[in-house]
C-alpha cells in the first residue's frame, strides 16, 4: 500500500479536553480506529467547568461511563441571583428530569475528565498520546496528513478524518484559515478556587453587589469557587497579592477566618469571550467545542454545548468511516449545530448584563423589576424551572418534519428518556435499552406490520431496534406483536403521554436520540425513505447486527 493511502486511524482528534475525549469514546464504542493528541504532558488538573445540564449526563450515559462520573456530581445545584441588600431576586431551581437525570450537577471537571481517560482504556481501537503538538496539516480527496511534534520529535500521521477539539485558541482551526466572530467582553474576572471548603454550604449565589460583584461556588470533594470581578486598572498581579486577596476574601468569608489557613488550588484572571467558528467543516476537517464556539460562564453552557458538539459528531463520524452513510451526513454537522450554540453564547451574554449592570441605576432598575416579576407565579416558574434556556431544535440537517407544519412538533428535538421495564423484568432508562444504533420506537401499534422489505432493509442499515412501548401490564400479551417487534413496558406513562400530545404514533430515533421523523403507521415507509436519503445511507451496505446495549459493546 503507498504511503499516501496508510492510514494510522480512521479519525484523529486533536484535543484531550471533555470534548475530544467524549469523541474518542463515541468512536471508540462503534468500532472506529480513533486516535487522540494531547500537547500537555497530563490532563488539566484544576477545576474550570462547574455545572453539567441533563443532557450532556445523558451524553455521558451514552458511551456507556455514567456511573462513573456520578460519583463526581452534586446533583439538583440551584443557583441563586442575590442583589446588595441580600435579596434573592432569582432562584434557577428545575426538578424535572425529562431526559433521565437532573437539568443541572455541580461536578469536579479534572475528576470526570480522569473517568473519561480511562474509558478509552475499555477499547483496542482507541489510542492516546500525550505531548504532541500540531504544527501543520494537509488534506486531499482521501485523507488528511498531519505534521506533529511529540516529545520534540518530529512525527507524521494519516488519518480519513480530523477533528480540532483543541481550545479557543485552536490550531486546526488557525490553519484552516476560518473565522472566529464575535468580542471579547471589556471586564475581568479572577478565579480562585479554594480546597477544604471554608463555607460549605450547597448551591451557587451570584452576588449582583454593583461595588464588586462576585459568585460563590460549591463544587464536590470539598473545593468552593470564588469569582470576583476585576476592575478597570487593577492587574493580575495586584488583584492576587497577599493583602488584597485577604481584602476580597474577607467579604465574603466569616469574620476572623484566618484567610492563611485556606489551601489555594489556583488564582487566576480571565476574560469573557463570545464568539463562534464561521464554518464547522472543511472537507474532512471539523471544529468542535471550543474550537468552534466561546462562550461566557453565566449559565454554564460553554462545557454542555461542547459536549452536545460531540454527542452530534461522533455517530456521523462512525457512521461515515464505515462506508453506512456518505459525506451527506457529516454536513448536517455543520448545519446542525451553530444555531444552537450561538442561541447559547446571546443566553450567556444577557444573563451577565444582568448579573452584574455597571452602573448603581441600572442596578436599582434590575431589583424593582425582578421583585415585581416574582409576584407573578408563571414569570417565577419560567425561569426557576430554565424553561428560558435554549433547546437544541434542528430546523434542518437529518430531520423529516411532518406536511404540515406545528410549532410543538418533536421532529429536530431530544426525545425523553423515561424509565422502561424489559421483558425480563428490569427497569432502565429507555436509552440503556435502545442500545447505540437507530430506533423505531411506537406506542401500541407493530410497525413491522407496515414495513415493506425496502424499509427493513433501511433499518437494516441504520443498525436500528424496533421496539413498541406498552402499559406494563399489557406487556406479556403479544396477540397484536411479531416476533421482530421488541416489547417495552412503560413503567412512568410518560411515553404514553408524549405520544398523546403529537400527531404520529411512531418516532424515528437517531443515535443521538434526536427525533428525525415522525409518522402514522401507514406513513412510516416513506418516512425513512426520506430519512435515509438525508443522510445518504448505504442501504447495499454489510448488514449488522441490530443496535447492541452499552453493556454488550464495552
Known amino acids: 500500500m503507498s504511503e499516501i493511502h496508510r492510514f494510522d486511524a480512521d479519525v484523529i482528534v486533536v484535543g484531550a479536553g471533555p470534548v475530544g475525549l467524549t469523541i474518542a469514546n463515541t468512536l471508540g464504542l462503534h468500532g472506529i480506529s480513533v486516535m487522540l493528541l494531547e500537547k500537555g504532558d497530563a490532563l488539566i488538573d484544576y477545576p474550570r467547568a462547574v455545572g453539567m445540564d441533563d443532557e450532556c449526563l445523558r451524553s455521558i450515559q451514552g458511551i456507556g461511563l455514567v456511573e462513573q462520573v ?47 481517560m ?40 494519516r488519518c480519513r478524518y480530523l477533528v480540532g477539539a483543541d481550545g479557543g485558541r485552536s490550531v486546526v482551526r488557525t490553519q484552516l484559515g476560518v473565522g472566529f ?49 476585576v476592575w478597570e486598572g487593577e492587574t493580575e ?11 476580597l476574601l474577607g467579604k465574603v468569608l466569616p469574620p476572623g477566618t484566618d484567610i492563611n489557613k485556606l489551601d489555594f488550588i489556583r488564582k487566576r484572571v480571565y476574560t469573557h469571550n463570545a464568539r463562534i467558528a464561521d464554518r464547522w467543516k472543511v472537507g474532512r476537517v471539523m471544529l468542535s467545542g471550543d474550537a468552534a464556539h466561546i462562550m461566557p460562564v ?20 462512525a457512521w461515515v468511516v464505515k462506508g453506512l452513510a456518505s459525506d451527506t451526513l457529516l ?44 409576584q407573578i407565579p408563571a414569570v417565577k416558574r419560567y425561569f426557576s424551572e430554565m424553561r428560558y434556556k435554549p433547546m437544541p431544535f ?18 429536530g428535538r431530544l426525545f425523553i428518556q423515561p424509565r422502561v421495564r424489559t421483558q425480563s423484568g428490569e427497569v432502565k432508562l429507555l436509552d440503556d435499552v435502545i442500545g447505540t444504533g437507530f430506533a423505531l420506537l411506537s ?4 410497525p413491522n406490520y407496515w414495513l415493506t422489505p425496502r424499509s427493513k432493509a433501511i433499518l437494516a442499515a441504520m443498525n436500528a431496534r424496533i421496539l413498541t412501548a406498552k402499559p406494563v401490564v399489557q406487556m406479556q400479551r403479544r396477540v397484536d406483536i411479531s416476533d421482530a417487534t421488541e416489547v417495552i413496558g412503560d413503567e412512568q406513562m410518560r411515553l404514553k403521554d408524549w405520544f398523546g400530545e403529537h400527531p404520529g404514533s411512531i418516532v424515528v430515533l437517531r443515535p443521538d436520540r434526536f427525533v428525525a421523523g415522525i409518522a402514522y403507521p401507514v406513513e412510516i415507509n416513506e418516512r425513512l425513505e426520506a430519512v435515509a436519503g438525508k443522510m445518504g445511507l448505504n442501504v447495499d451496505a454489510a448488514r449488522q447486527p441490530a443496535s447492541t446495549t452499552l453493556q454488550e459493546a464495552a
Open 118 to 157: 480511562e474509558g478509552l482504556k475499555r477499547f483496542d481501537n482507541a489510542r492516546v498520546q500525550m505531548s504532541t503538538e500540531l504544527q501543520s496539516f494537509e488534506q486531499d480527496k482521501d485523507g488528511v496528513t498531519l505534521k506533529l511534534s511529540h516529545a520534540g520529535t518530529p512525527q507524521t500521521l
Open 237 to 247: 498581579e495586584q488583584i492576587t497579592a497577599p493583602a488584597r486577596m485577604a481584602e
Open 394 to 411: 434542528y430546523s434542518e440537517g437529518l430531520v423529516v418534519h411532518e406536511k404540515t407544519a406545528r410549532g410543538n412538533s418533536p421532529v
Open 181 to 229: 466572530g464575535g468580542f471579547t467582553d471589556t471586564s475581568q474576572w479572577l478565579v480562585v478556587d479554594i480546597r477544604n471548603d471554608p463555607l460549605g454550604v450547597p448551591y451557587i449565589y451570584m452576588h449582583s453587589d454593583p461595588k464588586r460583584p462576585y459568585v460563590s461556588v460549591a463544587l464536590p470533594d470539598g473545593v468552593r469557587r470564588f469569582e470576583f470581578m
Open 70 to 116: 456520578q460519583q463526581h456530581l452534586t446533583p439538583y445545584h440551584w443557583m441563586r441571583f442575590v442583589n446588595a441588600s441580600g435579596r434573592v431576586y432569582a432562584s434557577i431551581e428545575p426538578r424535572t428530569d425529562e431526559f433521565g437525570w437532573s437539568r443541572r450537577n455541580a461536578f469536579n471537571q479534572p475528576a470526570v475528565d480522569r473517568e473519561l
Open 298 to 317: 453565566w449559565q454554564g453552557q460553554g462545557y454542555n454545548t461542547g459536549m452536545r458538539d460531540a454527542t452530534n459528531l461522533a455517530w456521523k463520524l
Open 443 to 446: 406506542w401500541g401499534a407493530d
Open 331 to 374: 454536513e448536517t454537522y455543520n448545519i446542525e449545530r451553530p444555531p444552537h450554540a450561538k442561541a447559547m453564547i446571546d443566553l450567556s451574554v444577557a444573563a451577565g448584563r444582568i448579573f452584574y449592570p455597571r452602573n448603581v441605576f441600572k442596578a436599582a432598575v434590575r431589583d424593582v423589576s425582578t421583585w415585581l416579576l416574582n
